[in-house]
């Protein structure tokens, strides 16, 4: 559904997949997420994309954790509406909702 992507950034670089999912889905069920990482190190690149399954949620979780700060760091999560599009320079790990136990 359109809108109800959101790009994510300045996460904590030691979070997994999961934490970024557990954070999210507490302002509605998501249908996907996943953390950009490096493919030559590995490492986490502190950006992600959290799909809701409708816009109205996403827009809750966007306006409740504007001024979220993850630990260790000192400003807070960066999150607007994702535009698509994706950098060949990247992999991403993908959690999908049909992976949970509900």
Same mark, same amino acid.
């Given at each position: &559904? ?5 790009? =994510? !950034?300045?996460?904590s670089r030691q979070w !997994?997949?999961? #934490?970024? !999912? =557990?954070?999210?889905?507490? /302002? ?8 950009? &990482?490096?493919?030559? @190190?590995?490492?986490?690149? *502190? =950006?992600?994309? =959290? $799909?809701? #399954? %409708? +816009?109205?949620?996403? %827009?809750?979780? &966007?306006?409740?954790?504007? #001024?979220?700060?993850?630990? *260790?760091? !000192? ?8 535009? *698509?599009? +994706?950098?060949? $320079?990247?992999? @991403? /790990?993908?959690?999908?909702? @049909? @992976?949970?136990?509900?």
């Open positions: &559904m359109k809108g109800a992507n959101l790009h =994510v !950034t300045n996460i !997994t997949v999961d #934490e970024l !999912t =557990v954070l999210f889905s507490k /302002y509605g069920p998501i249908v996907n997420s996943r953390l950009l &990482m490096d493919k030559v @190190s590995g490492n986490s690149l *502190g =950006v992600g994309f =959290v $799909r809701f #399954e %409708n +816009r109205n949620d996403a %827009n809750a979780a &966007m306006q409740a954790l504007r #001024e979220f700060v993850p630990l *260790g760091h !000192t400003a807070p999560l960066s999150i607007s509406l994702a535009h *698509g599009g +994706r950098s060949n $320079r990247l992999a @991403s /790990y993908r959690h999908n909702s @049909s @992976s949970q136990s509900r």
